[in-house]
């Protein structure tokens, strides 16, 4: 057996929780797989895992061969998509990280149209509004609204977009249309929780005046998705981004409050790892991104 296969073999019964799971996933049999692990042990001298039917846990010795043999088919990989697409396609595999609601949205439709465009390309998207970080979340990509917390990683801004305050009509009808920030105090407001923190402090600018406003309501999610459905069905004030709700704002099931007031803007940044070159499967998804929404910002101006 070549090592290739062995880190391959590894890999996936760490990644699938142990030997019968990798045996379903490799469409193997569990009494396969233990053979060619216990014969990896053998060669290398070293217990990997400690195994029995009910527990699946790698020593200290398993634990650098899955971090090595990792790095080591991901650089794999990486080559063989890099010689593969000179011709300008994508190959490999693909982890995408990326907002929830803006992942559904336009990110899902837009990557299963790139993906049908390179057939050797396949395609994972995680969808989290937690705040999704390239290595803790294990992406190769990931789209998110503000630049990373790791200076290192490549960002690449996408596009941008204003955010608004709405609500429905049903409760503008209860609750009345705040005149100013400070007004929202008096208002339920609905606020997104990221990973390690609620954003429930909303900056607004007018001429050259910032107003920070420290919002309160009884309703708080880490999916946008939530929030706006909250907002849709009444339930309080959401601060969305406007290609989010444009089409509701539109229809009049939203109403944008604050008009004369300026919000921040939610910057769309695709951030990945350095790397020369760059995988094409990221550089070529990179630019597809960059010209879609390009078009759903001209057809957000357009409305």
């Known amino acids: ?55 699946f846990r790698l020593t200290d010795e398993g634990l650098l061969l899955y971090e090595r043999c990792r790095s080591i088919l991901d650089q794999i990989r990486d080559v063989e998509a890099e010689v593969a697409s000179r011709g300008g396609a994508a190959r490999g595999l693909l982890r995408i990280g990326a907002p929830a609601d803006f992942g559904r949205r336009y990110i899902a439709p837009h990557l299963s149209t790139f993906t049908a465009q390179h057939p050797g ?50 409760y503008v009808g209860r609750r009345g249309v705040p005149n100013s920030p400070e007004d929202l105090r008096a208002h339920n407001c609905l606020r997104l929780a990221r990973r390690h923190r609620l954003i429930d402090r909303w900056r607004f600018k007018k001429d050259d005046e910032i107003f920070d406003i420290d919002v309160a309501g009884n309703l708080s999610s880490g999916d946008g998705t939530v929030l706006r459905s909250w907002a849709l069905s009444g339930e309080g004030v959401s601060w969305e981004a406007y290609w989010d709700v444009a089409d509701d704002i539109a229809g009049r099931q939203l109403v944008e409050m604050l008009a004369d007031y300026q919000c921040s803007s939610v910057e769309l940044y695709a951030v990945f790892a350095p790397s020369k070159p760059v995988p094409p499967r990221i550089r070529l998804f990179v630019d597809y991104m960059l010209k879609a929404m390009r078009e759903v910002l001209k057809e957000s101006a357009a409305e």
């Open 121 to 170: 390309l396949d395609a994972h998207l995680l969808l989290s509004d937690i705040g999704l970080e390239n290595e803790t979340d294990n992406c190769d990509l990931v789209f998110r609204f503000g630049l990373p917390s790791d200076p290192t990683m490549i960002a690449r801004k996408i596009a941008s977009t204003r955010q608004v305050v709405c609500a429905s009509p049903s």
């Open 1 to 55: 057996m070549d090592e290739a296969s062995e880190f391959a073999l590894f890999r996936a019964i760490v990644d699938s929780g142990g030997i019968s799971a990798a045996a379903l996933a490799l469409q193997s049999s569990p009494a396969a797989v233990s053979r060619r692990l216990s014969a990896m042990e053998e060669r290398l001298g070293v217990r990997l895992a400690e195994r029995s039917s009910r527990r």
